[in-house]
């Protein structure tokens, strides 16, 4: 997922900086991801989520206990699997290579097709990104978090 992440900012020609807060995010996101629900409740004011997505906010909380204060990598890490409206460009771009990351293993035809156009149809990809995270949620009948209905909302307006 950096690496994806890098090659987007680097066809986008962000600052070395800006680049390595990609990498970092990529490389982050996901750090809880093993540790039980139970054991990340007590990482701090975590949403009222289901269990499998509070490694996101739970990596937030522990990555600014450690003096993290990059506001919008920390919203794009707490963030990644839900999205949020006020996402900037890394939130955006983390929360869809989340979703297109060629290691994952479903609708690789399709994710194929979203990741090759990218990162020049950025807001035609995040949108087709959203809408398929979402479909996902309604066709297993899955509790859709608030966030991602205002984050659709604030893509499509």
């Not at 809408?131 to 499509?156: C, D, G, M, Q, T």
């Amino acid at each position: 997922m950096a690496r994806l992440l890098d090659r987007w900012a680097g066809a986008l020609d962000l600052p070395s900086r800006d680049r390595r807060r990609w990498r970092a995010a990529g490389l982050l996101h996901d750090a809880l991801r093993d540790a039980s629900p139970d054991e990340l409740r007590g990482a701090g004011q975590l949403p009222d989520w289901p269990g499998p997505l509070l490694h996101a906010p739970a990596c937030a909380e522990r990555l600014r206990g450690e003096g993290v204060d990059d506001e919008p990598l920390l919203l794009a890490v707490s963030h990644h699997p839900v999205g949020h409206p006020d996402f900037g460009p890394l939130g955006d771009h983390l929360y869809m290579a989340d979703y297109l990351d060629p290691g994952r293993d479903f609708a690789r035809e399709r994710r194929a097709e979203l990741r090759d156009r990218m990162p020049e149809e950025r807001d035609r990809v995040l949108v087709s990104v959203v809408a398929a995270r979402i479909e996902h949620l309604l066709e297993r009948k899955s509790f859709l978090v608030p966030e991602s209905v205002h984050y659709w909302n604030s893509r499509v307006a």
